[in-house]
Nanobody, 123 residues
Framework: QVQLVESGGGLVQAGGSLRLSCAAS????????MGWFRQAPGKEREFVVA????????YYSDSLKGRFTISRDNAKNTVYLQMNSLKPEDTAVYYC????????????????WGQGTQVTVSS
């Protein structure tokens, strides 16, 4: 069992930055692919980015690559999402997710999900 707790969301002006954190419980954290999804009001949840168990492979949504960066610290059981040059359309609830399958995670079929953290970007 893996429990995920996101933090770091908030209100930021367009062009600003935020770093989200996702703390995971469980001793098998470093065997999971970790990722982030987001869901804006009235829209479906969409894939943002993922990182494999060792941190050596990353998968990005084409539309977000270059502004968002994922990283993980297996010693701290934490995954991070650095978001730069934020835009109002980045406003959404951001969810941390974990699964043993990178392909499954990327299409939203993850085993574990956090509760989400709100990111609001003002214009």
């Amino acid at each position: 069992q893996v429990q995920l707790v996101e933090s770091g969301g908030g209100l930021v002006q367009a062009g600003g930055s935020l770093r989200l954190s996702c703390a995971a419980s469980g001793r098998t954290f470093n065997s999971y692919t970790m990722g982030w999804f987001r869901q804006a009001p009235g829209k479906e949840r969409e894939f943002v980015v993922a990182i494999n168990w060792s941190g050596t492979i990353t998968y990005y949504s084409d539309s977000l690559k270059g502004r968002f960066t994922i990283s993980r610290d297996n010693a701290k059981n934490t995954v991070y999402l650095q978001m730069n040059s934020l835009k109002p359309e980045d406003t959404a609830v951001y969810y941390c997710t974990a699964d043993r399958s990178p392909s499954g995670l990327r299409v939203g079929r993850s085993e574990f999900w956090g509760q989400g953290t709100q990111v609001t970007v003002s214009s």
